[in-house]
């Protein structure tokens, strides 16, 4: 809404006061440096055509079309609102215009517009029953100006290229430019521009266009003047929340954020998935990106900030920070949607800001609200598959927890609900990274060799009858894991009073303790029949296979031994008494 000034005042006495403004600047000797004044606030051409998509956004239009001349830009678009007389007052002011009370609304007839006069001093517009010139930045004249060959809902700027102090040819040069830099996120926060065309002087065209899909998906498809064209796809999550003005007054306004999303081939050949990838700059847009802004976040977010006049960057103030507050709430809401269509995968942690990315203050609080979530709600993806809060799980070594299954960590930790996260893939640092800021119960190669260590009776039994469910081939892996926890670099292993090598009977095989078991005789002896000799298929005395090399080194190093001359005669001096043992030493028992 216009002041109460503005409205009473019909366009002739608007003109003339317009009018009235400049010949006062003139007087004052003071119109150049208001005019220097309005083109530095705008030094970027970008934000010259940002302006334009933003007044077309706020009229509802679908569709913008471009068309660069040597001598001028022709502007149009569909949106369902023509000009009114209030329009045409506060295209020619200062102020902010018709929108001014409209927090929804992003283009504002006032300050915004007069970035145009950086190109032009006589811009034409032509909408509904409307067709003026604007000349002296202020003054609106219907003189000379006839309606063009458009349709009667199309409104149409024309902007000719008579600004003294910028030629014409280097005006084409900077609005070319920024034609072919519009990217896929000038699309991306709009809520209704669905297309833009534009057409440069040598006949080339290039276009953006948006498709929505169901839940959330958004296709980009450009194309630019020498280049092939691109479809990049987004996931986008919106809401509208209510934030306080400095005046105190509630206002409702949308947020938003965007994930980049990839394409793959499925493994099993049925079709493709989707899959969340992290940016390598996330921008920050107030509807369309602010240039001088940085997150340093690996995806995209919109609010209608408070920022500096040319909207390239943000401002310190306590509405931003409610703004701010509310787009963690949003990726928080996001995450949950995110796990629910499957897409919150490990892979989709690289996507989360971590200690590394040095958020700046003003965005610290997402990275908190994040983390927060993931210790509140099932969103960690966990090895079996499924989610849960990040506080119910484990983590360990990719090595352990190949060997240590869910149901086997529960067991060895008697912990009811543990689970082992997701380990990530090698070399994925900027996942391994957000883990780390995770309250994560570990269980590396210090708790695996401590659980063997320090062990009661009734916890001795539980391992022995764990032990008694497993196969030859799980056993093998555990003796080689078990090895490597209790290399020089790991913590000793002690498991002398636990039954834990296999050994072979006649019924089969059964566990016994290290210090009952043997390899077998490296002499031509005949073995008593107390002797255990280790189940050939748990070690490779070749040693081809690595876990089997691995798993005779364990066994070697807990004591099980050869059995040669030497055992023989330390068991016949256990299981003969003294009275037996100069028959023993004479060699008559063997």
């Known amino acids: 809404m216009t002041s109460s000034i503005h409205t009473s005042m019909n366009l002739d006495e608007w003109k003339e006061s317009g009018l009235q403004l400049i010949k006062a600047l003139r007087v004052r000797g003071e119109e150049d440096a208001f005019r220097r004044l309005l083109s530095d606030l705008y030094p970027d051409t970008a934000h010259f055509i940002f302006e334009l998509l933003q007044n077309a956004e706020d009229t509802k239009a679908t569709t913008v079309y471009f068309n660069l001349n040597r001598d001028c830009l022709e502007f149009n678009h569909n949106g369902d609102r023509l000009f009114s007389e209030t329009d045409v007052i506060a295209i020619t002011s200062f102020s902010n215009g018709t929108k001014r009370d ?184 107030i509807y369309f990106p602010a240039e001088k802004e940085t997150s340093n976040l690996r995806f995209h977010l919109h609010a209608p900030f408070a920022s500096t006049v040319a909207r390239d960057s943000v401002r310190d103030c306590s509405g931003n920070d409610q703004l701010r507050d509310g787009i963690s709430e949003l990726i928080v809401e996001s995450l949950i949607s995110i796990r629910d269509q499957g897409l919150l995968t490990v892979s989709f942690l690289a996507v989360l800001p971590n200690s590394r990315d040095n958020l700046i203050e003003f965005y610290q609080p997402i990275q908190m609200a994040i983390i927060k979530a993931f210790e509140e709600e099932a969103l960690t993806p966990t090895k079996n598959k ?41 070399q994925s640092q900027r996942e391994e990274a957000f883990l ?81 078991a043997f390899f077998p005789a490296t002499e031509k002896i005949t073995l008593p029949d107390s002797i255990r000799i280790v189940n050939k298929l748990v070690y490779d005395s070749g040693r081809s296979d690595e876990n089997k090399r691995l798993a005779k080194l364990f066994l070697e190093k807990i004591g099980v031994r050869p059995f040669d001359i030497k055992a023989s005669i330390e068991i016949k001096l256990i299981e003969y008494d003294n009275k037996k043992l100069p028959d023993f030493l004479s060699g008559r028992v063997i």
């Open 102 to 285: 409209d927090p929804t609304s992003i283009g504002k007839f006032g300050v915004g517009f007069k970035a145009v006069f950086a190109y032009t001093d006589t811009p034409e517009i032509h909408s509904g029953h409307f067709h003026f010139r604007i000349h002296d930045l202020v003054v609106p004249e219907t003189k000379g100006v006839s309606k063009p060959a458009i349709d009667d809902k199309i409104t149409s700027f024309i902007f000719p290229f008579d600004n003294p102090k910028k030629s014409a040819n280097i005006a084409v040069t900077e609005i070319e430019k920024g034609l072919r830099n519009l990217s896929d996120n000038t699309l991306l926060f709009l809520s209704h521009i669905r297309k833009i065309d534009y057409k440069l002087p040598n006949g080339e065209a290039g276009s953006l266009q948006r498709i929505d899909h169901d839940n959330g998906r958004i296709d980009i498809c450009s194309f630019h003047p020498g280049g092939a064209e691109k479809v990049s796809h987004w996931l986008h999550f919106q809401k509208e929340i209510e934030v306080t003005d400095e005046n105190g007054k509630p206002e409702k306004c949308k947020i938003a954020i965007a994930y980049s999303l990839v394409e793959e081939p499925n493994k099993k050949n049925e079709g493709s998935r989707w899959k969340i990838v992290p940016l390598e700059h996330g921008q920050v847009s």
């Open 386 to 426: 499924s989610h849960a809060k990040c506080t119910d799980l484990f983590r360990g070594p990719a090595k352990i927890t190949g060997v240590i299954s869910d149901k086997d960590l529960k067991t060895l930790t008697e912990y009811a609900d543990g689970l082992w996260v997701a380990n990530p893939p090698p």
């Open 436 to 516: 780390d800021a995770l309250d994560i119960n570990s269980w590396s190669w210090t708790e695996l060799a401590e659980t063997f260590c320090i062990i009661g009776y009734d916890d001795k039994l539980i391992i022995e009858a764990w032990l008694q469910q497993k196969d030859i081939k799980w056993l093998i892996s555990f003796y080689a894991l078990l090895g490597e926890a209790s290399s020089s670099q790991r913590k000793s292993i002690i498991v002398s009073n636990i039954k834990i090598v296999l050994v072979e009977t006649e019924d089969g095989s059964s566990y016994v303790f290290p210090s009952e």
